[in-house]
Nanobody
Framework: QVQLQESGPGLVKSSQTLALTCTVS??????????WNWIRQPPGKGLEWMGA???????YYSPSLKSRTSIFRSTSENQFTLQLTSVTPEDTAVYYC????????????WGQGTQVTVSS
């Protein structure tokens, strides 16, 4: 089965860079034609798609976050990483990684999520 696991710090300070890594097992992140996504959910709000990296290595970002977001991968480790710069308390959320197929944002596998709190 496909499993995704988020890892990274639970607490970061305002203005710093958040880095989270998703480790994938049961499927290669280079397999046609899947996309590997980062999604977050702030407290009391809905899910927000942040961006994705495709099987090809191409990246896609939410326009509202593009200036602060980078996604890259390590194919040898079967991992992909989210970096979010200049964080503020409004970036406090549960962060998820998830797989989608063609026609993005239909997610078939999710990580369990990891809580990230940004301190003032």
């Amino acid at each position: 089965q496909v499993q995704l696991q988020e890892s990274g710090p639970g607490l970061v300070k305002s203005s710093q860079t958040l880095a989270l890594t998703c480790t994938v097992s049961g499927d290669s992140i280079t397999t046609n034609y899947y996309y590997w996504n980062w999604i977050r959910q702030p407290p009391g709000k809905g899910l927000e798609w942040m961006g994705a990296i495709a099987y090809s290595g191409d990246t896609y970002y939410s326009p509202s976050l593009k200036s602060r977001t980078s996604i890259f991968r390590s194919t040898s480790e079967n991992q992909f990483t989210l970096q979010l710069t200049s964080v503020t308390p409004e970036d406090t959320a549960v962060y998820y990684c998830a797989r989608s197929g063609p026609g993005l944002r239909t997610y078939d596998y999710w990580g369990q999520g990891t809580q990230v709190t940004v301190s003032s």
